[in-house]
């Protein structure tokens, strides 16, 4: 088996998929539905040697791989530092906007309330636009947008703090305690988190189908009045059409004070495997060192082996 790792329209806005291009209908989308079961170990089974471990060069300043059916670590580097985490927020920015059970079809726009005044950044989804509740999910996710994060937090019941105390909530509810929200975009260096905390969320969010769907789509084409915009993943892994990666959930993330960061749900040796990056600061150094990561898992043959009877 081939190795890998791990709309709604309104007022004028029409979303288009861009064809061959859903990396949700993947090999990782019919994997178990999200549903990772823990299989038994053989005796023989290999296991990452501290020489191996060693020459795992991964730059990011803090990492963890785990093997997700096991909960066994199989690298950490500087896994309990609290440090910024920019928009991997989004993740549970998502779980509660999903949690609430909203109508995903209601129509929501954006108001000046979501601009970015902090950070300054640019967003293609202008005041006075409206999409879906599903398709400000899908762009928040997909291509992080900040603008539709914030939305999805404003008509949330109770307004925007009341979105931010449930993320707050949810992130002790998953035993998260390194882990703490101000905003719901992760524009803020106020909302901090380390890397141990962060496989916890990652396999949280993965058990929710619309946050694996939407965070491995590789591009979609949006219609803004009469002109198409095309949306695309921020992780050019999900991007990729030649690459052997089998990604069943994926967010990047980047402020100054965060550096680029990277979380994955993959599969490595037809096993399951979340992968957390923070603090990265080369262009390409996220990926790279999940790159380096496949390789070394391959390499050091941590497949699992099936026990006899």
């Not at 861009?18 to 299989?39: D, L, N, Q």
């Amino acid at each position: 088996m081939k190795t890998a790792l791990i709309f709604c329209i309104a007022a004028g806005v029409a979303l288009v998929p861009v064809s061959g291009t859903a990396a949700g209908k993947s090999k990782a989308a019919s994997r178990a539905h999200g549903h990772v079961k823990a299989r038994h170990l053989s005796h023989a089974e290999s296991r990452p040697s501290l020489e191996d471990t060693q020459r795992l060069l991964v730059q990011s300043s803090a990492a963890i791989v785990q093997d997700q059916a096991t909960g066994a670590i199989l690298f950490e580097k500087n896994a309990g530092a609290v440090v910024p985490i920019a928009s991997i927020s989004k993740l549970m920015t998502a779980m509660v906007s999903l949690d609430a059970t909203p109508n995903l079809e209601e129509p929501l726009s954006i108001g000046d309330e979501d601009v970015d005044t902090l950070k300054g950044t640019h967003s293609r989804l202008k005041v006075g636009t409206r999409l879906s509740r599903e398709e400000m999910l899908r762009l928040a996710l997909m291509s992080s947008e900040n603008r539709a994060a914030s939305a999805l937090s404003r008509f949330y019941p109770g307004g925007r703090p009341a979105f931010v105390a449930a993320m707050n909530r949810k992130a002790q509810a998953l035993g998260l305690s390194d882990t703490h929200f101000e905003d719901p975009t992760g524009l803020t260096s106020a909302n901090v988190s380390s890397a141990r905390d962060l496989v916890k969320m990652v396999a949280a969010a993965h058990q929710y189908p619309l946050i694996r769907e939407f965070t491995t789509t590789a591009e979609y084409e949006v219609m803004l009045g009469n002109r198409p915009q095309t949306f695309r993943n921020t992780n050019p892994l999900v991007r990729a059409r030649d690459n052997d990666w089998e990604i069943g959930l994926s967010k990047t993330g980047f402020i100054s004070e965060a550096g680029k960061c990277l979380v994955m749900q993959a599969w490595l040796n037809n096993k399951p495997t979340i992968i957390v990056l923070l603090d990265s600061w080369g262009k390409l150094t996220r990926i790279g060192d999940a790159n380096r990561i496949k390789r070394w898992i391959e390499s050091a043959n941590l497949a699992l082996k099936p026990t006899a009877g």
